[in-house]
């Protein structure tokens, strides 16, 4: 029995959709069960697998990994050759003139995002398709500036058969000539959607082209679920560790923490994060990393309590001081890095002049339904990180400075003042009582209220054609009065508060007409730079 023979009996390499490998089993899915030798031997069992056709033979000694990857990389070709039409941007008036958005489908966690061999990598969770989680690719971008992004052949598809219902999120990383990409493979097996999970690794000479090494950590640790993801690589005191976010088989997230010597072959330490007792159900999407000589761990905790009873989404984002016992990593109380709508799965990465920069995904993972046409979703601006008092504090690129067209001083009252665009970096301070409001049109706008009987600032999107649940979002200052600086976009606001101590993310939408601004509660002077398009952004049809 050869796996050529195999595929030829599932009606050739063209009707093979999926391969899956569950237990002893070879099991081929393919688009048409017309074109099946279902008269052969060697299938054990014809299956309907959520509405798709699945072959399933025993698989013997002859077929080896090797051989799989061969099968894998055909079927990845096959699916990267179909995706040309879906690379041309849809025409939307909500599209972001500079921020990362998908041309179609559905984007969300970054990914890879790393300096190499003179140049910046950024990669994204990618269904090209349509507008919903399904099967994830890694999209690819690169950049000289942090600025313009030049579109790259798509990285990985889920083609193979450790990561064929998703190449789930994870992290590059640069190792001499090599561009390592580490992440987790997804596969479902049966009616039931078994998960199957398996840290994997591809690894390119050019930076362009990745070849698929497969599984390094094949199996579940000790004491977990199949949900155990996000692999992010450091370095410390010699030796490689890889975090991974994870869920006890007691539904408590945890910090699992893998070493390595040699990137390639991994032993599983143990569990971290009993010290912060019950916090939440699971977590996603670790990072760690030394900032003026303190160390902090970025984690995505779903199911904790939230910050405010105006937040109903289980989904948060935030960080821990982290303090180092020996070998072990000790995490210390939680803090959120954005009190917004819209921040999720953010992962960072220290640029060729030493800055520690931070991207995220602008979008949440329950939330897929917005009036964009034919795309959803985009990663937010590029975001410096800092330590003040101890705290980790974010502040926008200084590349961003380039995209300016024009400055305007402003003096804003309860008349509202057009402006001419949605895409702007907008500078005020606000008294307590005091409010903005942005994207004023006839039946719209955006509130960002300094709210003085509560002293909090408090953003109302509930005059805009956003479709999610949540319309408000709160947090509590303890300043004499707010500082703001604030990042618009066309169709998402980011508002820096008090030197970036605390930032507030949002997908608005609005019609395109809505471009005027004023003020309540008194004039509020503002600067106003008017922010052109980024180079490159996509690809043009």
Same mark, same amino acid.
Request: aromatic letters at 8%; charged letters at 20%.
């Given at each position: 029995?050869?796996?050529?023979?195999?595929?030829?009996?599932?009606?050739?390499?063209?009707?093979?959709?999926?391969?899956?490998?569950?237990?002893?089993?070879?099991?081929?899915?393919?688009?048409?069960?017309?074109?099946i030798?279902s008269?052969?031997?060697?299938?054990?069992?014809?299956?309907?697998?959520?509405?798709?056709?699945?072959?399933?033979?025993?698989?013997?000694?002859t077929?080896?990994?090797?051989?799989?990857?061969?099968?894998?990389?055909?079927?990845?070709?096959? #699916?990267?050759?179909?995706?040309?039409p879906?690379?041309? %941007?849809? %025409?939307?008036?909500?599209?972001?003139q500079?921020?990362?958005?998908?041309?179609?489908?559905?984007?969300?966690?970054?990914?890879g995002?790393?300096?190499?061999?003179?140049?910046?990598?950024?990669?994204?969770?990618?269904?090209?398709? #349509?507008?919903?989680?399904?099967?994830?690719?890694?999209?690819?971008?690169?950049?000289?500036d942090?600025?313009?992004?030049?579109?790259?052949?798509?990285?990985?598809t889920?083609?193979?058969?450790?990561?064929?219902?998703?190449?789930?999120?994870?992290?590059?990383?640069?190792?001499?000539d090599?561009?390592?990409?580490?992440?987790?493979?997804?596969?479902?097996?049966? !009616?039931?959607?078994?998960?199957?999970?398996?840290?994997?690794?591809?690894?390119?000479?050019?930076?362009? $082209?990745?070849?698929?090494?497969?599984?390094?950590?094949? !199996?579940?640790?000790?004491?977990?679920?199949?949900?155990?993801?996000?692999?992010?690589?450091?370095?410390?005191?010699? $030796?490689?560790?890889?975090?991974?976010?994870?869920? &006890?088989?007691?539904?408590?997230?945890?910090? *699992?923490?893998?070493?390595?010597?040699?990137?390639?072959?991994?032993?599983?330490?143990?569990?971290?994060?009993?010290?912060?007792?019950?916090?939440?159900?699971?977590?996603?999407?670790?990072d760690?990393?030394?900032?003026? @000589?303190?160390?902090?761990?970025?984690?995505?905790?779903?199911?904790?309590?939230?910050?405010?009873?105006?937040?109903?989404?289980?989904?948060?984002n935030?960080?821990?001081?982290?303090t180092?016992?020996?070998?072990?990593?000790?995490?210390?109380?939680?803090?959120?890095?954005?009190y917004?709508?819209?921040?999720? *799965?953010?992962?960072t990465?220290l640029? *060729?002049?030493?800055?520690?920069?931070?991207s995220?995904?602008?979008?949440?993972?329950?939330?897929?339904?917005?009036?964009?046409?034919?795309?959803?979703?985009?990663?937010? *601006?590029?975001?410096?990180?800092?330590?003040?008092?101890?705290?980790?504090?974010?502040?926008?690129?200084?590349?961003?400075?380039?995209?300016?067209?024009?400055?305007?001083?402003?003096s804003?009252?309860?008349?509202?003042?057009?402006? @001419?665009?949605?895409?702007?970096d907008?500078?005020?301070?606000?008294?307590?009582?005091?409010?903005?409001?942005?994207?004023?049109g006839?039946?719209?706008?955006?509130?960002?209220?300094?709210?003085?009987?509560?002293r909090?600032?408090?953003?109302d999107r &509930?005059k805009?054609?956003?479709?999610?649940?949540?319309?408000?979002? !709160?947090?509590?200052?303890?300043?004499?009065?707010v500082?703001?600086?604030?990042?618009?976009?066309?169709?998402?606001v980011?508002?820096?508060?008090? @030197?970036? $101590?605390?930032?507030? &993310?949002?997908?608005?939408?609005?019609?395109?007409?809505? &471009?005027?601004?004023?003020s !309540?509660?008194?004039?509020?002077?503002?600067?106003?730079?008017?922010?052109?398009?980024?180079?490159?952004?996509?690809?043009?049809?």
């Amino acid at each position: 029995m050869s796996l050529s023979s195999l595929v030829q009996i599932a009606g050739g390499m063209k009707n093979v959709a999926r391969v899956l490998v569950p237990e002893q089993r070879l099991v081929l899915e393919v688009v048409e069960p017309a074109l099946i030798e279902s008269s052969s031997s060697l299938i054990a069992s014809i299956d309907l697998v959520q509405g798709q056709t699945q072959l399933s033979f025993v698989r013997d000694e002859t077929i080896d990994d090797e051989q799989l990857l061969g099968l894998g990389k055909q079927i990845a070709e096959m #699916q990267i050759s179909k995706l040309a039409p879906f690379t041309a %941007p849809t %025409p939307c008036e909500h599209r972001p003139q500079w921020h990362i958005s998908p041309p179609q489908g559905l984007l969300n966690d970054p990914n890879g995002f790393i300096f190499h061999n003179g140049q910046y990598h950024l990669f994204y969770q990618w269904y090209p398709y #349509q507008c919903v989680h399904k099967d994830k690719h890694w999209a690819h971008l690169t950049s000289s500036d942090l600025i313009n992004w030049q579109w790259q052949p798509v990285a990985l598809t889920p083609s193979d058969w450790f990561d064929s219902h998703g190449v789930f999120s994870g992290h590059a990383l640069s190792n001499n000539d090599e561009l390592m990409l580490f992440y987790t493979g997804n596969t479902r097996i049966g !009616e039931e959607r078994e998960r199957q999970t398996t840290q994997c690794l591809a690894t390119s000479k050019d930076g362009i $082209e990745f070849k698929k090494l497969g599984p390094v950590v094949p !199996e579940l640790p000790p004491g977990v679920t199949a949900h155990i993801r996000d692999p992010k690589i450091i370095r410390r005191n010699g $030796e490689w560790l890889m975090l991974l976010g994870a869920q &006890t088989t007691e539904l408590k997230g945890r910090l *699992a923490i893998y070493r390595s010597q040699d990137l390639h072959h991994w032993q599983f330490d143990k569990l971290y994060g009993d010290e912060t007792g019950d916090m939440g159900y699971m977590w996603e999407c670790p990072d760690m990393f030394e900032l003026n @000589g303190e160390w902090f761990s970025i984690i995505g905790p779903q199911g904790i309590e939230s910050f405010s009873s105006m937040n109903t989404i289980p989904h948060h984002n935030g960080y821990f001081k982290t303090t180092w016992q020996d070998r072990a990593p000790q995490l210390g109380e939680f803090a959120h890095l954005d009190y917004g709508f819209d921040f999720y *799965a953010p992962q960072t990465a220290l640029t *060729a002049d030493g800055r520690r920069v931070l991207s995220g995904w602008m979008g949440l993972p329950d939330e897929i339904d917005q009036p964009s046409n034919g795309w959803v979703h985009q990663l937010t *601006a590029l975001r410096e990180l800092s330590v003040r008092n101890g705290k980790l504090c974010q502040w926008p690129i200084e590349e961003i400075d380039q995209l300016v067209e024009q400055q305007l001083n402003l003096s804003l009252s309860a008349q509202p003042l057009e402006v @001419g665009t949605k895409s702007f970096d907008l500078t005020a301070t606000l008294e307590w009582g005091q409010s903005l409001k942005l994207f004023v049109g006839a039946d719209s706008e955006l509130t960002i209220e300094a709210r003085s009987d509560t002293r909090s600032l408090v953003m109302d999107r &509930t005059k805009t054609l956003n479709r999610a649940v949540d319309t408000q979002r !709160e947090v509590p200052l303890a300043s004499d009065n707010v500082q703001l600086r604030i990042l618009a976009d066309n169709s998402s606001v980011e508002a820096f508060v008090n @030197g970036g $101590e605390v930032v507030m &993310t949002s997908r608005v939408f609005t019609p395109a007409n809505a &471009t005027a601004m004023c003020s !309540e509660g008194g004039d509020v002077k503002v600067m106003v730079k008017t922010l052109k398009a980024a180079q490159a952004r996509l690809i043009s049809s």
